[in-house]
Nanobody, 125 residues
Framework: QVQLDESGGGLVQAGGSLRLACAASARTSRQYAMAWFRQAPGKERELVAAISGSGSRTTYADSVKGRFTISRDNAKNTMYLQMDSLKPEDTAVYYC??????????????????WGRGTQVTVSP
């Protein structure tokens, strides 16, 4: 069983930056794909960015390309999401997720087996 703990959320003005972190409890998580999803009130959960087990491959939602950067430090069992040029529409609860099967980048929530409890990101106009 892998436990995931997100941190780094908060309130920021539009144009500002935040850095989210997701700490995994197990060393085995370092070889598997991980991702950040988000869910805004009244909306479905959506992929923000995903990264392969090695960290060599990434994918982003079109809405965050050029503004967000996903990365991971496998030595620390931690994944990050650097969020720059934040917009009010980025307001959501952000969740990290880890696969128990896949090593390559995965786009769908159903591909991930472990989830964190989420961290709130609020961007004011």
């Amino acid at each position: 069983q892998v436990q995931l703990d997100e941190s780094g959320g908060g309130l920021v003005q539009a144009g500002g930056s935040l850095r989210l972190a997701c700490a995994a409890s197990a060393r085995t998580s370092r070889q598997y794909a991980m991702a950040w999803f988000r869910q805004a009130p009244g909306k479905e959960r959506e992929l923000v960015a995903a990264i392969s087990g090695s960290g060599s491959r990434t994918t982003y939602a079109d809405s965050v390309k050029g503004r967000f950067t996903i990365s991971r430090d496998n030595a620390k069992n931690t994944m990050y999401l650097q969020m720059d040029s934040l917009k009010p529409e980025d307001t959501a609860v952000y969740y990290c997720a880890s696969s128990d099967i896949y090593h390559t980048v995965r786009d769908y929530a159903s591909d991930y087996d472990y989830w964190g409890r989420g961290t709130q990101v609020t961007v004011s106009p």
